[in-house]
């Protein structure tokens, strides 16, 4: 099993300062289980907030990592800021996605199908104006990207 680039999660200026270090060498595509490790993790919010940011530079996403943006995006009990900063990320990843080769388009076009179904049903879902707008643009530009 590899080992995970962050040992300690609570040494979280450790964490950060080898984030962005990955982001810097380009190799967050290589860290995708540790960028899910760090979205998970309840006890940092700055933690967290890093990680979805540095998700936008996964040039290849996996479904895992697609899908755990996509939980942030739907946990009510989180605040807006980081539900919308995953939103965003969403449309990066999809963006990047979209310039790979066809057989990992292929990989994922299923996960994009759930992440417009999700978005769709968190738009008609009473939210705050501000994260509703957010759903809505995502929405658009991941189904523009995908063209589904």
Request: include cysteine.
């Amino acid at each position: 099993m590899k080992k995970s680039a962050f040992d300690n999660l609570e040494e979280w200026d450790v964490v950060l300062d080898k984030l962005e270090g990955l982001k810097n060498k380009k190799q967050l595509d290589g860290h995708q289980k540790d960028l899910i490790r760090l979205i998970r993790y309840n006890d940092n919010w700055r933690l967290r907030e890093a990680a979805i940011d540095a998700s936008c530079q996964v040039k290849k996403p996996t479904c895992d990592l697609i899908e755990e943006l996509l939980g942030i995006v739907s946990r009510e009990d989180l605040y807006i800021d980081v539900r919308i900063l995953a939103t965003n990320a969403l449309e990066h990843l999809f963006a990047n996605a979209s310039k790979a080769k066809t057989a990992e388009k292929n990989d994922i076009g299923a996960v994009a199908s759930r992440t417009l179904e999700c978005l769709t049903a968190l738009s008609v879902a009473p939210q705050p104006p501000i994260f509703q707008k957010a759903l809505v643009v995502s929405h658009e530009r991941i189904k523009r990207t995908v063209q589904i």
